[in-house]
């Protein structure tokens, strides 16, 4: 068995934190994670360093912010240079496999994985740059609208349970494979689910395990469009919300199907974890459960992701590691950003990778364990793509949260006693010392001027190069095109003339050969 764990890592999309049973959304049925809860750690206030796709697993693979790289959006490049959890695993002897999104931007679709096993489902190229010099409505490159909601149900298939079932029966099959290789490495398989994301939509044996009677209409409901803060008004623009009527019956049904997504997720997850058992792989494996960020689901009127406010940005986390305080929560703040430090704390190996970031998380180890704190005084959160106008930054700590955005009036909480977010205490005097040792940290972490000039120069220039190059020429494609090598399959001369001895090579467990009683010269 190899030194090192191995570690599966397993992401949704779109997963807000908020709809956890662990984390106390118990309508939510998910018995497999809910039972890797109980065989590892829950951290109950983990957030998104970002709340959009791209920018946010680039900042996770990185263990950087993704101002620091350039992956301002779902339309920026990611650039190769930037080293990567997966390079550092592969560095240290891991083989590392990716199967599913990650919505990488640009002609590095794999960023340190040897391999991948299926393409992504969204965009490689600049396409979904975001332009902060539109006038008028918010430029929305995506074209988002609120048809998610208003059609969502049931389905039979949709694009996204395409991919989700290729992702889960390649995982599946890379697992069994993992276990049958003769010379045993320690490995990084990441399997990268699309669901829950919009639009909500759902195989009907899933959305059956809920009743209308049963779900929970938000906490919060729609805030009159002349009393939103200035981010929410842009957002409600940006969506185009206001081509439909949202009922209450919409609402209902759109959280019924969003829930019932999470239980087809938990599916997904439990074939995962059979596979894992049956190989005898289960034991010494890392498993990491998460999301990129999260999502309004109808809270204050708001929906999706892109937003400053709780249920946008708080992901599920849950970590099961050998020496864990099994079925222990933690509630200290933690990120995406935490992960890889944390991961890399767990690989033993005599090479160390000769160049490491400094990053800008820290290992949860100490949380993990019961043995150590952690010591960080704020969460840093960013969001720079579309539906603002300048870098919005956030800093979230045990008891506030600050939104900085030089064109908007900030924001901040006190998420303890406010955990709904509705008494907005920035710039009133009581709070001055603590609001001005709140904007000291920002502006120690980021320039904000500098930083929207780096952005507009960056939007510039992939504007360009997508509207006059990418699309109109005979560039060569970025999108990731999955090869085999049909020559390693199932029982081929080069790999093997014996069609016995192939075949039981594949058999797991692996019975050795069975000498033959009355041995033949030939």
């Known amino acids: 068995m190899a030194t090192s764990p191995n570690i599966l890592f397993i992401m949704a999309d779109q997963l807000t934190g908020a709809a956890m049973p662990m984390n106390g959304r118990t309508v939510v049925k998910t018995p497999h994670l809910t039972a890797l809860a109980n065989e590892g750690v829950n951290f109950s206030k983990a957030y998104c360093n970002n709340p959009i796709c791209a920018p946010s697993r680039a900042s996770m693979l990185t263990g950087l912010l993704a101002s620091r790289i350039g992956a301002y959006d779902n339309g920026a490049s990611f650039s190769s240079e930037v080293p990567t959890l997966a390079h550092y695993l592969s560095a240290m002897g891991y083989s590392t496999t990716l199967s599913g999104k990650m919505h990488f931007v640009g002609p590095d679709q794999l960023h340190g994985y040897e391999e991948r096993l299926t393409t992504d489902i969204y965009p490689s190229d600049y396409g979904w740059t975001a332009d902060w010099t539109v006038e008028g409505h918010p430029y929305a490159p995506s074209v988002m609208s609120l048809r998610g909601v208003v059609e969502a149900g049931v389905c039979a298939r949709s694009m996204q349970v395409d991919h989700d079932e290729e ?271 709140v904007l000291k940290q920002l502006h120690n972490l980021w320039d904000p001027k500098r930083l929207r000039e780096d952005i507009l120069t960056s939007q510039a220039r992939r504007l360009f190069l997508q509207r006059q190059v990418l699309q109109d020429s005979n560039q060569p494609e970025w999108d990731y095109q999955v090869r085999k090598d049909a020559t390693q399959q199932y029982v081929r001369s080069r790999k093997d003339p014996s069609t016995a001895m192939s075949k039981s090579r594949a058999r797991l467990p692996y019975v050795p050969p069975t000498p033959p009683d009355n041995p033949r010269n030939d």
């Open 167 to 437: 992702v889960t029966a390649t995982v599946v099959q890379k697992i069994y494979d993992l276990a049958r290789v003769e010379e045993k490495k320690p490995f990084f398989l990441t399997a990268s689910l699309t669901h829950p994301h919009n639009p909500y939509t759902v195989p009907q044996e899933f959305y059956d395990m809920y009743t209308d009677e049963e779900i929970d209409m938000p906490t919060v409901g729609p805030i009159p469009l002349e009393k939103m803060d200035p981010w929410s008004k842009r957002f409600h623009s940006l969506i185009r919300a206001d081509e439909h009527d949202v009922s209450p019956e919409n609402v209902r049904k759109a959280r019924r199907s969003y829930y019932a997504t999470v239980s087809y997720i938990d599916n997904c997850v439990g074939r995962m974890f059979t596979a894992l058992k049956k190989s005898g792989l289960d034991e010494n494996t890392i498993i990491i459960f998460t999301s990129d960020h999260g999502d309004m689901l109808g809270e204050r009127g708001l929906w999706y992701k892109f937003n400053p406010f709780e249920w946008s940005i708080r992901i599920p986390m849950i970590i099961r590691t050998p020496d864990c305080r099994k079925g222990s929560a933690v509630t200290t703040p933690v990120s995406l950003l935490d992960l890889t430090p944390t991961l890399l704390g767990y690989a033993e190996s005599k090479t160390i990778p000769t160049h490491m970031e400094q990053f800008e998380g820290k290992s949860l180890r100490p949380l993990l364990t019961g043995k150590g704190s952690l010591h960080r005084e704020c969460v840093p959160i960013e969001f720079t793509a579309e539906g603002v106008c300048a870098p919005a930054l956030i800093l979230v700590g045990e008891e506030y949260k600050y939104i900085y955005c030089e064109t908007d009036p900030p924001m901040m909480f006190n998420l303890a006693k406010d955990p709904h977010e509705l008494n907005n205490l920035a710039g009133k005097k009581e709070y001055e010392a603590i609001e001005n040792n």
